[in-house]
């Protein structure tokens, strides 16, 4: 059954505005962050990734926001289609351990309104 | 390309039983993750595997929790006994190891484990 307590932070957008998905990050040390999309029933698929020397990465409709001094990521999603609704992880890790030791956030569930 | 392979999809047992997860990461995929995701939660790494061997597993519950890549391909997590608190989605993925230019982890579509 469900946890008792838990809340997964949601947001609701109506289809072709922008989302904004924020994510705070723990380890001051992480030089490596991802944005992972999950649909229901399936495992998670990358979306974009940024380096810490970077403030500002853009993919196709989407870009990421890194704020390092507050310890800060974001994913922008630009005119939002149907196919985006899914929950949302930021992830960080560390370029030095191949980012293969990641740590998953709390996720954020997007829901696009037709 | 064939992704992350894992089966069974779903499985339902009683408590104090055992049960077992197979994965068959990409072809070509030296490394290998298992993780634990519960419900609304992001996955939590349980084990990760270079080729055969085990490199971490700091967050396995070894008492119960055992996992094998014996020919450095497949991987079987096994729960003996299993407990109430192991229902969850139990997620594996792939990646082609420390060097690759980017090494992105690709997940298969998990395993649902209800136990009652």
């Known amino acids: 059954g469900e946890s008792v307590g838990l809340h997964l932070p949601t947001l609701s957008v109506q289809e072709g505005d922008n989302s904004i998905i924020n994510c705070a990050y723990s380890?001051?040390?992480?030089?490596?962050f991802i944005w992972y999309k999950q649909e229901s029933g399936k495992g998670p698929q990358f979306i974009i990734d940024?380096?810490?020397?970077?403030d500002k990465r853009q993919g196709q409709r989407v870009t990421v926001l890194l704020n390092k001094t507050v310890k800060h990521l974001s994913l922008q999603i630009a005119a939002t289609q149907p196919g985006d609704s899914a929950v949302y992880f930021c992830?960080?890790?560390?370029?030095?351990?191949?980012?293969?030791?990641?740590?998953f956030g709390q996720g954020t569930r997007l829901t696009i309104n037709p | 390309e064939a992704g992350v392979v894992q089966s069974p999809r779903y499985k339902i047992i009683e408590k104090k039983q055992p049960v077992a997860f197979w994965c068959n990461p990409i072809?070509?995929?030296?490394?290998l993750y298992w993780y634990l995701q519960n419900l609304g939660q992001g996955p939590e790494l349980l084990i990760r595997?270079?080729?055969?061997?085990?490199?971490?597993d700091s967050q396995l519950p070894k008492d119960r929790f055992s996992a094998e890549r014996l020919k450095g391909v497949d991987s079987t997590l096994k729960i003996q006994p299993a407990e109430l608190g192991d229902s969850a989605v139990y997620l594996c993925?792939?990646?082609?190891?420390?060097?690759?230019?980017?090494?992105?982890?690709?997940f298969g579509p998990g395993t649902r484990l209800t136990v009652l």
């Open positions: 993925a792939s990646s082609s190891g420390q060097g690759a230019v980017r090494n992105e982890q690709f």
């Open positions: 072809s070509g995929h030296n490394t």
């Open positions: 940024i380096r810490s020397n970077m």
């Open positions: 595997y270079e080729n055969e061997e085990a490199v971490d």
């Open positions: 380890n001051s040390a992480s030089d490596y």
């Open positions: 992830a960080e890790g560390s370029i030095i351990q191949g980012a293969q030791k990641l740590v």
